[in-house]
């Protein structure tokens, strides 16, 4: 039958032979390597494997795809033609080689690291004639050279047989069956190359981590693939150099409880306190693409945000906390990690395969029932990864998890999101405290405002009036309202009267601003470019915390020590957080982004200044936030000894926060070293 459908004849009988031989060297590698040694139940073993076949089928479709391609191009250079027929098996010659050499690679690197191979395994080549002498003396080159010339020789003359086939077939018209048969093979393309049905995200890296083991990741990776995955999101290394110099001030802000210039610890240990009765609850509601200026108490006179207003005047409002960069999953991780994302050059931290496993004080919720709910799919931006690897016994709700259907590309409403975790949060035993994450995403992009009977009421809002205030238009106004109305909804109409409701700790925190207008409305945040920084961070706990407005300096990282604190759990920190409820002698806010020629432009927010400069310390500026006009004088040269401070300060957290990211394992996940590092 297939030789009535050349091409489809082309694509099938290649990808069946190559799909076969990378799943019985999966089989292999879980022989040699995992077979008794996993922990982890058979059911977990059974999606590893699952996940990983996914996997192998996308490999075989990349390696034979251009083949197709090729097929449909006319003359010379299709696969007719005597050129385009070359450049099909050359292709094949030196991609099966390629494959089949890193599968070679990567037996030998697990062997040697436990880690299935990443883009750290380049480092070797800095000392090549040492890492040729070692993998010589260690590891039987020459067999694994037959090995790797015998595979790729089979595939070279699998692929050669189906291309003589092809061109040795005629062409013929397409009748009905045909035009089915193709519809049917294209979805079945479209499945394995994204490796899901009935999700816009496809199979990611981040999927092999969902048993928060690293035995299971490692059998459902593929290292091809994988490696692939690290050299296109490599994270710029730290500078121990640098670090060094700068260490002892960043220990003295952290205040390290044993600082060491050796080790490079970071390590401070708080105590707990004893609480009567149950300890609270904690609910971190991500509330997507607030900015400060978007609020009334920041003096936004739109009355968009009536209910968040409310809770700023009734709980506790951090009113100058930034998050060190913009961007959802830089959020994300930061929250999570305690380390700001610093990565640059188009990528984020989550997306990092080499630095997915942290240690977390989400964990320091001893005790704790641990809960994660978002609308859509996490595996955007491999989110989905940072919070299954890191967080344990996480109870993930997300795409397909829930009843009512998505609106857009986000997933379900924000109305839906509240009511259906709200639901799940009452099941939970009322003896046992919770905490739980309530990632919002309504107030994003496309500004979606679904038909639903939540009570809210579109505002048909003067476009003048709005724009004076920030926004760009009435479409991004009613978001906010939207969102903001969904809040008031959630407290006041079901966390109302439920077994949770008086014992309780709800953290409202913008993960980032969206585009704005530039006002004369918004305060110093807008005029000295930070407003995408500026977000609120409300902790709003009636009976637990009195109300107030605190000025000083705040950032994304103090979250999760300020929370532990708040409801007196031990917990050990390894990272940037400080507990924004204890005194500190000095209080900054470090800010991370990009400028125009693509390089970081790091700043420090204080009480009294702000300070930024590019990351190499050059082109220092200084601003005092008493000033009305802030970017017509810049004081640095008048103020020496504070930019001196500052550069200090500022240089050493910032290298501290990339070599966090290398060396912030949690060893409960692994042997315990610290992360590769890429030079």
Request: negative net charge; contains cysteine.
């Amino acid at each position: 039958m297939l030789k009535q459908y050349p091409r489809l004849q082309l694509l099938l009988w290649p990808v069946l032979v190559f799909f076969v031989a990378f799943v019985l060297m999966r089989a292999g590698f879980y022989a040699w390597f995992l077979e008794g040694a996993l922990q982890q139940p058979l059911s977990v073993q059974v999606e590893a494997w699952f996940i990983g076949v996914r996997f192998d089928l996308r490999l075989a479709l990349i390696l034979v795809l251009p083949l197709v391609v090729i097929s449909w191009l006319p003359g010379l250079i299709g696969l007719r033609g005597r050129f385009g027929r070359s450049l099909a098996l050359v292709w094949v010659v030196l991609s099966s080689l390629y494959v089949v050499f890193t599968y070679i690679v990567d037996f030998a690197h697990y062997a040697y690291l436990d880690e299935r191979v990443n883009v750290s395994v380049l480092r070797f080549l800095e000392d090549g004639t040492d890492s040729f002498q070692m993998v010589w003396e260690s590891y039987p080159v020459i067999p694994l050279f037959l090995v790797l010339f015998a595979l790729s020789y089979l595939f070279y003359r699998t692929a050669r047989g189906a291309i003589q086939r092809f061109c040795q077939s005629e062409a013929t018209g397409i009748s009905w069956a045909g035009w089915v048969t193709g519809g049917v093979s294209a979805a079945l393309v479209v499945f394995g190359l994204m490796g899901k049905v009935g999700s816009t995200i496809p199979l990611r890296w981040s999927d092999a981590y969902f048993a928060n083991d690293m035995q299971v990741a490692s059998l459902a990776l593929n290292p091809v693939l994988f490696f692939f995955d690290t050299l296109s999101h490599q994270t710029k290394a730290y500078d121990e150099e640098i670090l060094r110099q700068h260490y002892a001030e960043v220990a003295r802000y952290l205040s390290v409880d044993e600082p060491s210039e050796q080790t490079l610890t970071f390590s401070r240990k708080r105590e707990g306190r004893d609480w009567a009765g149950q300890r609270p609850n904690v609910i971190f509601i991500h509330v997507e693409s607030m900015g400060a200026n978007r609020l009334g108490v920041f003096g936004n006179e739109t009355g968009a945000t009536p209910n968040l207003d409310r809770l700023a005047r009734e709980g506790v409002l951090f009113s100058n906390f930034m998050v060190p960069s913009s961007g959802t999953a830089r959020t994300v991780f930061g929250l999570v990690t305690g380390i700001p994302d610093v990565s640059w050059g188009g990528t984020t931290a989550s997306r990092n395969p080499l630095i997915v496993d942290q240690y977390t004080l989400v964990n320091a919720f001893e005790g704790y029932n641990r809960l994660y709910f978002i609308g859509g799919s996490a595996g955007w931006a491999n989110i989905k990864g940072v919070l299954e690897t890191n967080i344990d016994g996480l109870e993930l709700w997300e795409e397909g998890d829930w009843q009512a259907p998505a609106v857009d590309v986000w997933g379900i409403s924000d109305f839906n999101l509240f009511r259906e975790s709200h639901q799940r949060l009452k099941k939970l035993p009322s003896d046992e405290p919770f905490v739980a994450f309530i990632q919002t995403a309504g107030n994003h992009r496309p500004f979606t405002i679904p038909d639903e009977d939540n009570g809210f009421v579109v505002d048909p809002a003067d476009s003048e009036h709005v724009q004076k205030y920030g926004f760009l238009d009435v479409d991004q106004y009613n978001a906010v309202r939207l969102l903001d109305h969904n809040i008031g909804y959630y407290l006041d109409k079901l966390v109302a009267g439920s077994w949770y409701e008086d014992n309780t700790v709800f953290v409202f925190y913008g993960d980032h601003n969206d585009r704005s207008l530039r006002s004369v409305h918004m305060g110093y945040s807008d005029r000295l470019y930070l407003d995408k920084h500026h977000v609120p961070l409300i902790i709003y706990a009636p009976g637990l915390v009195k109300p107030q407005r605190l000025d000083a300096p705040a950032s994304l990282v103090d979250v999760m020590p300020t929370v532990l604190g708040l409801v007196g759990l031990p917990y050990e920190n390894r990272t940037m957080g400080r507990d924004l409820f204890r005194e500190h002698e000095r209080r900054y806010a470090l800010t991370f982004g990009g400028d125009r020629t693509n390089h970081p432009l790091l700043g420090l927010l204080g009480p009294d200044f702000h300070f930024y400069m590019h990351h190499d310390a050059s082109d220092p500026r200084l601003y005092p936030l008493d000033e009305e006009l802030y970017f017509k004088d810049n004081r640095a040269e008048q103020y020496p000894a504070v930019v001196a401070e500052r550069t200090d300060t500022l240089m050493g957290l910032y290298q501290a926060a990339r070599y966090m990211l290398h060396h912030n394992r949690n060893e409960a996940h692994g042997a315990g070293r610290p992360a590769s590092a890429t030079p």
